[in-house]
């Protein structure tokens, strides 16, 4: 099992570095070329999400990003170190209620183009781990 790990600033610029990483590790790992794409998107909410949760929470962490080769499968997990409202917290002010839309909006963007998705929320921070099947390469011919 051979893993990538990348963790950059919480600034939206390093996004798209992301973005482009996680694609060409996907492309080396067998994903299809077909899904390539959805890839690119999914990892770009993911950091994205993980991006704005870091600057409204002022926290200065990196985003942490693991691209994950397994047998017959490629998984990539963006984590974060935001606090995450857990079942039975009150609401904030309505300040909060649009990042909370925003924050379900972005997972709703994710779980349309992956079909494999787990996230999992705390008070230490979030994790969005979303998978991709691969295909073995074929066989050099001689």
């Known amino acids: 099992m051979a893993t990538v790990e990348l ?7 390093h996004v ?13 790992a067998g994903v299809d070329e ?26 200065s962490a990196p985003v ?4 994950i080769e397994e047998e017959k499968q490629f998984s990539i997990e963006v984590g974060d170190e935001a606090p995450h409202a857990t079942p039975g917290d009150t609401p904030g002010a309505q300040d909060g209620d649009a990042e909370v839309e925003e924050d379900e909006m972005g997972l709703a963007v994710i779980s349309g183009l992956v079909d494999d998705v787990h996230v999992t929320t705390g008070q230490d921070g979030g994790l969005i781990r979303m998978t991709w099947p691969t ?7 001689v």
């Open 7 to 13: 963790r950059f600033s919480a600034l939206p610029e």
């Open 16 to 28: 798209r570095t992301a973005r482009l990483v996680a694609a060409a590790v996907a492309r080396r």
């Open 34 to 59: 077909a899904v390539l794409d959805e890839v690119r998107l999914a990892v770009g909410e993911a950091c994205s999400r993980a991006v704005g949760l870091h600057q409204n929470s002022g926290i």
């Open 64 to 67: 942490k990003v693991a691209l």
């Open 135 to 141: 295909t073995p390469p074929a066989p050099a011919l």
